[in-house]
């Protein structure tokens, strides 16, 4: 009988509803029609049956679908009720039926007299009356529970909130010390104060990117064929950095979409355009560069839109869209928009996946801005001031003192392609015919008593070495290394700098030292250069002794168009500061080298420095901007068709469009974005935090705020959160503060029994959601609790341990999983190393997505198989170790007391009396079990890289050890109340 009441009481609710008001069209018809009818009866005009759309009030009523106010009329009721099956709406091969309720809806809606409303999400939001602050959005809540005649439940207990705060804002569990202050903190401001300092934790920006991450379908690989890693995580930084800034929302957009186009832009806003490079990329060799290009624009259109605009106006890729007035030429004006970036349909090789900027750190960042000021500084003070005899000479001496600190010392090269080289009187190496495209040649130097500061490679190209009737061969040095070999030991020798005396944009000489083998320093076949040099200062010059050796490595992986280089010399100095000078008469070149400059000796030693700062900085895939392509409208979405209209970058038709002159811009866009007409972006961005922080948003599908979406369970509330965001000045940190600062939201999560019957799914916010923390803070959880966790900011993707033979599938090259064996073992979830085809098992298990495409919101599960993680990954079992080392460290005597030192640190609570019993008898399990098998104790322990004290008794530790990876596999480890 109660089952049977379930089912009739939101029939019942509907009812009361109706009686009380009229009909909205949004709320209640919309999505009726959308579910039901508009895919045969809505804005596609390739599908549209019977000439007839029902989502445009006059083509119904032109129809006679709808007659205002008189229901028997009227087609559409007709249709809904007919007697014959092969009449009746919707049609039986449509597979869908509406429900008595359905058809009673909108049979009342005609009777209403039919009225249409533009679509609720496409309307300008407007800030509906309520108090400023956490009290309006506590007074929107409130005025619409008692409108349903719900009571909310009363404020959770202060250790509930900490732990609440913490794993929300930071994705971290507080530490036992930070409950017991807060719960024993009698200031009113206590809560206030500790949501401000969360707020200011460096961790809230790890814990705000992991959702900003799945938006952009972030990874560390390309995602098609072979599936090969890039450079990109300097671009997961700037997010993590942007909200701890609380960068605001519009440049936070602007940035990432345009950062490359940006006046001056630093190479932070370089690798803010990264953005548009996140895209899965393919090098497979039979792929059609033409159909790949469209694909990645595809992607641009689907992710954008999704992300900042809460609309699935991909959908309209092949066709107008079936539900929301997108057209095709929508699509394709948008995707226009994108048609400057510069990429390849295929890429060559595995590593060279276009434009690269490098990204200097915090602290190398404050050195590059302090030497700009000093070499303006300088310039400022010496800026055309150098003339006469005595200038030139002090530079010819200079010239003279360079030239005459190098030397070519004698040298012997061994070639992977076997070619034999002869050393000329001046040191040329000249190899003995035409040269491959693919070589590793070692070249070992025997040095003189004294110091090395400095390697040169002199490049010559000469047709002879080429195989062909070409004057000059291209080449690319992918890789150099320098060794020294002394008494039959070989030490890397690293580099601090490199420069050369030519460099394109595209192949800089620094892209010689990376470890990127289809990356590096040389010129195309038919650049003009004959000659170049590149001159390598060591970052700790040697004293070189008798029999000592340099070893140099000169790797051409093999390009193309270009070959290894059949005539070089190395030479070595020992110079204190070794410089590239320039070839001629002193006279000739003085002006162009000292540009008049009395202090040119300090500048060059200032750009040398802030050169190596610069090459010493994280490397990142970004935009580089090109002449736009024609994007066309293809029909159908056919990439070999090009009969279709030529377009230009454009907003959708049905929404204010941008006020440009001339071709629009991704910075266009993005002011087009975030202007304040735009009915959508505040509202898909609030909708989302409301998400985080409430466990549904108010319109509950995040990536579709169309007719396919939902109406919001509290307009008013979207749109006051909304405006109040706009009105901030797309303020982040201030739209949080405000939102946890609630009432509603400090409310208990534990539901009366006439709020679960009455709202089961926590729709209006009479109390707070129970939410499992995503996949990255599990871990990050259990790292915290075993003392491992390392807390560093930004850097390198880490790499946890995994299942052996995980990436045996992988091809192309095949590869072999290397997990980090520091630090870096210990990073939080957020930089784990991303592989689109073989996400890591932990976050699979766990519900996080492949980033293969946009992900607005992360289903969530609750299988036997995370379960069995949290028991058996390495790193939980690791974690679970370090745990019952704290424990059996810690004061506490006696199991009670230890177990509950464990809760307080995993649970920010003591342990009831039951779970004691039970996991004292645990305890008493696992010790006799360990101590009768002692190996079975030491091969649990001998789990993971993090030492332990030798000291302690191995099965105490080991049945400890069980008792907590119990604890880290309870429920309520992984939950957030």
Request: net charge neutral; glycine share 6%.
């Amino acid at each position: 009988m109660r089952i049977r009441l379930l089912v009739i009481i939101p029939v019942l609710l509907v009812a009361e509803t109706y009686a009380a008001e009229k009909l909205r069209f949004n709320r209640d018809v919309r999505p009726i029609l959308s579910e039901k009818c508009l895919a045969c009866h809505g804005p596609d005009r390739n599908s549209r049956q019977a000439n007839l759309r029902l989502d445009v009030r006059e083509a119904a009523l032109e129809r006679g679908a709808i007659k205002p106010g008189d229901v028997n009329a009227s087609k559409l009721a007709q249709r809904i009720r007919h007697d014959k099956v092969a009449l009746q709406m919707p049609p039986r091969a449509s597979n869908k039926t509406l429900s008595e309720n359905e058809k009673a809806t909108l049979e009342r809606w005609i009777a209403e007299g039919a009225e249409y409303e533009p679509h609720w999400a496409y309307i300008k939001p407007v800030r509906p009356p309520a108090p400023a602050g956490a009290e309006g959005i506590d007074h929107l809540v409130d005025a619409r529970l008692k409108e349903r005649g719900l009571r909310p439940v009363g404020e959770a207990d202060r250790r509930t909130l900490i732990r609440r705060l913490s794993l929300d804002l930071t994705g971290l569990p507080p530490a036992p010390a930070e409950v017991a202050a807060f719960v024993n903190d009698p200031d009113p401001q206590a809560y206030e104060k500790l949501l401000d300092r969360l707020l200011a934790s460096p961790h809230y920006g790890e814990r705000m990117a992991v959702y900003w991450l799945d938006l952009v379908r972030y990874a560390d690989t390309v995602g098609y064929h072979s599936d090969v890693p890039f450079s990109v995580y300097p671009y997961r930084d700037y997010v993590i950095r942007s909200f701890n800034e609380n960068k605001p929302f519009d440049e936070f957009t602007r940035e990432q979409l345009g950062g490359d186009l940006l006046p001056d832009s630093t190479p932070r806003q370089k690798a803010a355009a990264a953005y548009n490079r996140l895209a899965r990329m393919t090098n497979e060799g039979g792929a059609q560069p033409k159909e790949y290009l469209l694909k990645y624009a595809a992607d641009r259109v689907r992710t954008t839109s999704s992300a900042w605009l809460g609309s699935t106006l991909g959908c309209a890729e092949c066709h107008d869209h079936k539900f929301d007035p997108f057209l095709t030429k929508d699509f394709y004006r948008f995707s226009a928009f994108f048609a400057d970036i510069k990429e390849e349909g295929v890429y060559l090789g595995h590593g060279d996946f276009g434009p690269r900027v490098r990204v200097p750190g915090d602290a190398q960042a404050k050195e590059i801005e302090a030497i700009g000021r000093q070499l303006e500084q300088l310039r400022r003070e010496g800026d055309g001031k150098l003339d006469g005899a005595d200038a030139v000479s002090e530079f010819a001496a200079y010239i003279h003192e360079q030239a005459s600190a190098w030397y070519a010392p004698r040298a012997n090269v061994s070639s992977r392609a076997r070619l034999r080289f002869r050393q000329m009187k001046d040191g040329v190496l000249i190899a003995n015919g035409p040269v491959p495209r693919d070589d590793l040649q070692q070249v070992e130097l025997k040095l003189k008593r004294g110091r090395v500061a400095a390697l040169r490679l002199e490049a010559f190209r000469d047709h002879r070495f080429t195989g062909d009737d070409r004057d000059c061969a291209g080449f690319l040095l992918t890789g150099l290394e320098i060794d020294l070999l002394r008494g039959g030991r070989r030490q890397p020798l690293p580099v601090e700098v490199a420069v050369a005396s030519y460099e394109p944009p595209e192949f800089p000489v620094r892209d010689a030292l990376d470890d990127n083998n289809h990356t590096g320093w040389g010129v195309a076949a038919d650049d003009d250069r004959e000659d170049m040099q590149a001159l390598f200062a060591l970052a700790e010059p040697l004293e070189a002794k008798s029999g000592d050796r340099l070893i140099v490595k000169l790797r051409y992986e093999g390009h193309r168009t270009r070959e290894a280089l059949g005539k070089f010399r190395l030479t070595v100095s020992g110079s204190a500061f070794p410089d590239l000078v320039p070839e001629g008469e002193p006279e000739s070149n003085f002006r162009a080298f000292t540009r008049s400059n009395p202090r040119w000796q300090e500048i060059r030693r200032l750009e040398r420095r802030r050169k190596a700062l610069v090459d010493s900085g994280d490397e990142c895939v970004t935009t580089g901007a090109v002449e736009p392509r024609t994007v066309r409208v293809l029909p159908r979405g056919d990439w070999m068709n090009e009969s279709g209209e030529i377009v230009e970058p454009g907003a959708p038709s049905f929404l204010k469009q941008l006020p440009t002159a001339g071709r629009a811009t991704r910075l266009d866009l993005a002011d087009w974005l975030v202007d304040r007409d735009n009915p959508l972006t505040a509202r898909v961005f609030v909708n989302r935090l409301w998400k985080m922080y409430f466990g549904t948003g108010i319109s509950k599908v995040l990536d579709d705020l169309g007719s396919q979406g939902e109406w919001p369970t509290n307009p008013e509330l979207l749109d006051w959160l909304a405006v109040e965001f706009m009105d901030s000045g797309w303020d982040v940190k201030r739209l949080v503060r405000t939102m946890l600062l609630t009432n509603a939201y400090r409310r208990s999560s534990v539901p009366t029994p006439e709020l679960k019957e009455a709202d089961p799914y926590n729709r209006y916010y009479a109390r707070q959601a129970m939410m499992r923390l995503d996949a990255e803070f599990v871990r990050d959880a259990a790292l915290a609790v075993g003392g491992l966790l390392n807390p560093a900011i930004g850097g390198r993707s880490a790499k946890p341990y995994q299942p052996a033979l995980y990436y045996r599938e992988l091809n192309f090259p095949k590869r072999e999983y290397a997990p980090d064996y520091d630090a870096n073992q210990f990073r939080r979830g957020v930089y784990t190393h991303w592989q689109r085809t073989f996400v890591h098992p932990w976050l699979v298990a766990f519900d996080a997505p492949a980033r293969e495409e946009c992900a607005a919101e992360r289903p969530v599960s609750n299988t036997p198989l995370q379960s069995l993680t949290l028991l058996n990954d390495p790193s939980y079992v690791e974690a679970a170790r370090a745990l019952a080392v704290r424990i059996l460290e810690s004061d506490a005597a006696g199991a009670a007391a230890r177990i509950d030192f464990a809760f307080r640190e995993a649970f920010s609570r003591d342990a009831s009396p039951s779970e004691r019993e039970i996991l004292t008898n645990f305890l008493e399990n696992q010790l006799a079990a360990f101590r009768k098998n002692r190996n079975d104790a030491k091969k649990l322990l001998a789990v993971g890289i993090s030492p332990y004290p030798r000291g302690m008794d191995a099965a105490e530790l080991a049945a400890w050890t069980g008792v907590a990876r119990a604890i880290i596999n309870k429920h309520e480890f992984i939950m957030r109340y």
